[in-house]
């Protein structure tokens, strides 16, 4: 079930109580992203994290994924799962992109979450994209997947005149040229979003993996997109990819490409100026074959 509106710190203490029996003594509102209400919620015992989605279909893929990687890589335990909210618990630290670290350490992290990542990718599944409620993707083709809303961002992506009239078509022609990625059979569990923000740093290491809201089924490389786009210049791609171990690097600048598509209008809208000029940095160096 969608919850539209921000639930009151009343209703979370009256949810923490009928569900894990406890007694809630503060509830703090920490959104930030724009498909979910999340609450860090402080009982008797223990800190525990409620989350309430504001769309279809995110909370089960949170569950699924989580209860899947627990004793694999550092997810958050799942304590209570219902359609309209799910209960994990509280990870200690910082997200990453509130953490103030060195350029070793930065590069540290990185590395460890590439270690994390091919250890996420271990697990296998059927179908392609969104997760259905068996945990299965829910199309058949990673291409029928990607083709389902291309046409509509690449429209988008156009209006937006990022690129002029001959790097467009250029571009456009790149995506044709590389389309044979879309032909795979590999389909491994993705976080989608492998963010600052979903990363939870405590004492300069990683101490959790947070928000498979947009977890998918597909092939492993397009979980690296994010990180191109956004982290090919402070050294985060390079030690994601040693601590990974073999990338397919064309690979994953195509889905980066993809990506690039959603990202730049989206972000463009939201006058996210930093992330636009990364995104568009990346552009650049992929139609330059850099």
């Known amino acids: 079930m969608v919850q539209t509106e921000k ?55 949170e569950a699924f994924a ?7 890589v550092p997810v958050p335990k799942l304590l209570y799962f219902h359609d309209d909210f799910l209960i994990q618990e509280f990870i200690p630290g910082k997200d990453l992109e509130d953490e103030k670290v060195s350029e070793e350490e930065w590069k540290s992290i990185f590395f460890q979450l590439g270690t994390f990542l091919k250890k996420m990718h271990s697990i296998k599944l059927e179908g392609f994209g969104k997760l259905n409620k068996e945990g299965q993707g829910a199309v058949a083709s990673w291409k029928e997947n990607i083709h389902f809303w291309l046409e509509k961002e690449l429209k988008r992506f156009e209006e937006v005149e990022v690129l002029s009239g001959t790097e467009l078509n250029t571009f456009k022609q790149y995506l044709t040229d590389n389309e044979p990625f879309l032909e795979t059979n590999e389909s491994v569990l993705l976080h989608c979003d492998v963010e600052g ?12 993996i947070i928000d498979f809201g947009d977890c998918e089924a597909g092939p492993a490389m397009y ?24 990338v397919d690097q064309d690979q994953i600048k195509y889905y980066a490409a993809l990506l690039a598509t959603w990202m730049i209008p989206h972000h463009m809208k939201n006058n996210n100026t930093a992330l636009v000029l990364k995104e568009q940095a990346a552009l650049q160096r992929i139609l330059k074959k850099e």
């Open 7 to 61: 639930p009151t710190a009343e209703q979370v203490k009256n949810i923490i109580s009928s569900t894990l029996l406890e007694t809630a003594t503060s509830v703090t509102d920490t959104s930030k992203g724009c498909d979910q209400h999340v609450f860090v919620v402080e009982t008797t015992k223990r800190s525990v994290v409620i989350k309430f989605s504001k769309e279809e279909d995110k909370l089960f893929p």
């Open 66 to 72: 989580t209860s899947k990687l627990q004793g694999i």
């Open 197 to 208: 923000w979903n990363i939870r740093i405590n004492n300069k290491e990683i101490s959790g």
């Open 223 to 246: 979980d690296f997109a994010r990180c191109y786009l956004h982290h090919f210049d402070d050294g985060g791609f390079d030690a994601m990819r040693a601590g990974y171990g073999f």
